[in-house]
């Protein structure tokens, strides 16, 4: 069966996973980190994609982004995860494929969905275990959001902005929010809609997705489509 291609349409945020090939290493040391931030701040503004948040991990990746384009994203992706590999390649005296495949993404419905996935990239690590609460891991957007550091070419939603009508609030709010964490429902939705391709939202929400692309954005039952004659 053909692949279906990638679900990207420009406006809408995108929750973004890059894997390591066989679960190995992305990131060996510092150095490999603030290469892959300089790559995507570069290759991000280069394509017109806002990034909203960002964590790094050991062997993966994730991002909140959205695109402006129709193709902004699938090339900054692109541009991004060639130059990373021949960097870390260089670095580390290997060669090879560093990927685990295509990145895989998925387009979320902003108001019941962007918040919670700032959230649940922001506690990636803590649920790896790596630190006991998200302030706690320097290499994620969460200290930008809490007012701890800057990272300038990161873009914040509306919705942040929503959240105080001053620095102090909003970054209080934030924080309030990533520690009350999100429902496992939400943090299973968010992880199966990003790993399958398929949009996560709302019904009405999908179904006007649908009708600004011909691509399929949600899962039909398999088989062949049923004919009338059939249907007797």
């Known amino acids: ?28 040391d510092a150095s490999d980190q603030q290469r892959m931030l300089d790559l995507l701040q570069t290759h991000s503004q280069a394509q017109s994609v806002e990034v909203h948040a960002y964590v790094l991990m ?33 670095r580390h005296g290997r060669t090879g494929t560093l990927w685990e495949g295509r990145y895989r993404s998925t387009l979320i419905q902003t108001e019941r969905y962007f918040l919670a996935c700032m959230a649940y990239i922001d506690l990636n690590p803590v649920r790896a275990g790596m630190v006991a609460q998200a302030a706690d891991y320097a290499w994620s957007s969460h200290a930008h959001y809490i007012g701890t550091r800057q990272d300038p070419w990161l873009t914040p939603h509306a919705l942040y902005w929503a959240l105080g009508n ?21 943090q299973q ?20 997705l649908q009708q600004l692309t011909p691509r399929r954005v949600r899962k039909t039952a398999a088989g062949r489509p049923v004919r009338t004659a059939d249907k007797a």
């Open 1 to 28: 069966m053909a692949r279906l291609p990638r679900l990207t349409l420009p406006g809408y945020p995108h929750h973004i996973i890059l894997r390591g090939n066989n679960r190995q290493s992305i990131f060996e």
């Open 58 to 90: 050991g062997n993966h990746l994730h991002l909140l982004a959205t695109p402006q384009t129709d193709k902004a994203l699938p090339l900054m992706m692109q541009a991004v995860g060639r130059a990373y590999v021949l960097s870390f390649n260089k």
């Open 166 to 186: 001053t620095p102090f609030a909003r970054e209080a709010a934030y924080a309030a929010l990533v520690q009350a964490g999100i429902q496992a429902q939400q």
């Open 189 to 208: 939705a968010l992880t199966d809609a990003t790993l399958s391709g398929w949009a996560l939202g709302e019904e009405a929400f999908v179904e006007g």
